[in-house]
């Protein structure tokens, strides 16, 4: 699904940000991207948008060259205040992407109705962003990817500005959805990615959410950022908050993760 090819990028100030990054992920797979703080995670997720082009290398989506941000992805942005109109309702702003997608307006409304529900915004759907506190807000645009049902879904920390309880729903409501791509299809897998549905690349600094939402956890070095480690998660599914985090595999590879952190 996304093939990532000798990636590097140096900044106008002759900052080098990232640097020979090779990485591919299969149709249906939720990577998880960690890494210390300025490895360049932001930067490589924004290369493989179409949003910023790479000094060297390319990033290939679907078997087509990445050139300008491809119709069948989605992105939830980490500065969740620049990301949602404040003129418009909450509830217009999920569903404003869906023009694209060419359906009526009772149909964009029902889908981000829908989509407002699922991340438990939908008493606050005829509300304006400025309305909402910053979770709020961030739930929104999560919302908003989510309406779309990208075939291609990328999150930079995305789940950071919420408390630890919403944290975790969003958590499973990501595993939950991952089923559900571009053509709606809808299977419920809860980690392990098998070839079919949403494909997910999520950002993240928190090492136990990396371990528990990911099919592989990709460690990144310090700057420029390369990779470091490629490791399979293979926990069981479905995942379960505490369960999960109680098993000895969940419990080694979260430690193998942070050493490869810190070694980075």
Known sequence: MLEIKGLGHTYDDG??????????????????????????????????????????????????????????????????????????????????????????????????????????????????????????????????????????LLMDEPFGSVDAQTREDLEDLLLGVRGTGAEGDKEDRGGGGDGGGMTILLVTHDIDESVYVGDRVVVLTGAPGRVHSDLRVGLPAPRDQIATRELPAFVSLRAEVGRAVRRG
């Open 15 to 152: 900052h080098r940000a990232v640097d020979g990054i090779d990485l591919e992920v299969a149709q249906g797979e939720l990577v998880s991207l960690v890494g210390p703080s300025g490895c360049g995670k932001s930067t490589l997720l924004r290369c493989v948008a179409g949003l910023l082009t790479p000094t060297e290398g390319a990033v290939v989506i679907g078997g087509r060259a990445v050139e300008r941000v491809p119709d069948e992805l989605a992105v939830v942005f980490q500065d969740y205040t620049r990301s949602l109109f404040p003129w418009l309702s909450v509830r217009d702003n999920v569903a404003l992407p869906l023009r694209r997608r060419g359906l009526r307006r009772a149909q964009r409304r029902a889908a981000a109705e829908e989509a407002l529900g699922q991340v438990g915004l939908a008493a606050a759907a005829r509300r304006y962003p400025w309305q909402l506190s910053g979770g709020m807000q961030q739930r929104a645009a999560i919302a908003r990817a989510l309406a779309y049902r990208p075939a291609l």
